[in-house]
C-alpha cells in the first residue's frame, strides 16, 4: 500500500530534550514536506525537500532540522525542544510534477501530536 | 506569492442538505488547486484536484469542485450532506512552475445536524 508512514504517533516530552520524528514514503516520491498544524493557524510548512541530499527552509522553519540522506526517510528533527513546539505535525511526499503531473498532490502520513512541556 | 483564503471558519449543515465550502486563491497565473479532508484524529486526505481544462472536477465521496478563473475561486460542493462528511476541510494551492509546495488555507469545520 501506498503511504507515508510517520512515527510516533504520539509523544510527550520535556524541553530541552533532543527528539526525532521520522518519515517515511514507499512511492519513490522526491519531493518531501513537514507541516505544523495549529488552531486557527492551519497548516505551515517547516522544512521541505526536493530530492535527496537537498533541503530547504518553509515558513516555520526556527528550532526545526531535517536531514535527506535516503529518498524514502525525511526525519524531522527538534534539537532543543520548547513548549511553543507542541503541536500536531504532519509529514508529506509527492512526485515532482514535471515528471507525474497526474500524480501530482501530497499524500500525507497520519500526524504526530507532540507536547512539550 | 500565492494564498488561500477559507472565509468560513465553521460551517452546520443539516443531513440530507446540500454544502458549499468557499475558497479564494491568490496567484499571477492559473494555479493548480486541491481540496484536502481531514476528519478527527487522521492525516489529510485528496479530495479532488484541479490542473487544466474542464472547470469542474469531480473526487471521491461524492465531492466536486468548480474553477471559475474570473473570480479566482475553487469552491467545493456536495449535493446531500451524511454525518460522515463532519470533518475539516482544507483548500490548496500548488505552482504551475518551480516544484512541489502547496499553500493552504487555514481551513473550514464542517458540522452535521441531524
Known amino acids: 500500500e501506498a503511504q507515508v508512514t510517520q512515527n510516533p504517533r504520539y509523544l510527550i516530552t520535556v524541553t530541552g530534550k533532543k527528539l526525532t520524528v521520522t518519515c517515511s514514503q514507499n512511492m519513490n516520491h522526491e519531493y518531501m514536506s513537514w507541516y505544523r498544524q495549529d488552531p486557527g493557524l492551519g497548516l505551515r510548512q517547516i522544512y521541505y525537500?526536493?530530492?535527496?541530499?537537498?533541503?530547504d527552509k518553509g515558513d516555520v522553519p526556527e528550532g526545526y532540522k531535517v536531514s535527506r540522506k535516503e529518498k524514502r526517510n525525511f526525519p524531522l528533527i527538534l534539537e532543543s525542544p520548547s513548549p511553543n513546539q507542541t503541536s500536531l505535525y504532519f509529514c508529506a511526499s509527492s512526485p515532482i510534477r514535471q515528471g507525474a503531473k497526474s500524480s501530482y498532490g501530497y499524500t500525507f502520513g497520519s500526524g504526530t501530536r507532540l507536547t512539550v512541556v | 506569492a500565492q494564498s488561500v483564503t477559507q472565509p468560513d471558519i465553521h460551517i452546520t449543515v443539516s443531513e440530507g442538505a446540500s454544502l458549499e465550502l468557499r475558497c479564494n486563491y491568490s496567484y499571477g497565473a492559473t494555479p493548480y488547486l486541491f481540496w484536502y479532508v481531514q476528519s478527527p484524529g487522521q492525516g489529510l486526505q485528496l479530495l479532488l484536484k484541479y490542473f487544466s481544462g474542464d472547470t469542474l472536477v469531480q473526487g471521491i465521496k461524492g465531492f466536486e469542485a468548480e474553477f471559475k478563473r474570473s473570480q479566482s475561486s475553487f469552491n467545493l460542493r456536495k449535493p446531500s450532506v451524511h454525518w460522515s462528511d463532519a470533518a475539516e476541510y482544507f483548500c490548496?494551492?500548488?505552482?504551475?512552475?518551480?516544484?512541489?509546495?502547496?499553500?493552504f488555507g487555514k481551513g473550514t469545520m464542517l458540522l452535521v445536524s441531524p
Open positions: 490548496a494551492v500548488g505552482p504551475t512552475a518551480g516544484y512541489s509546495t502547496l499553500t
Open positions: 525537500s526536493m530530492n535527496v541530499e537537498v533541503t
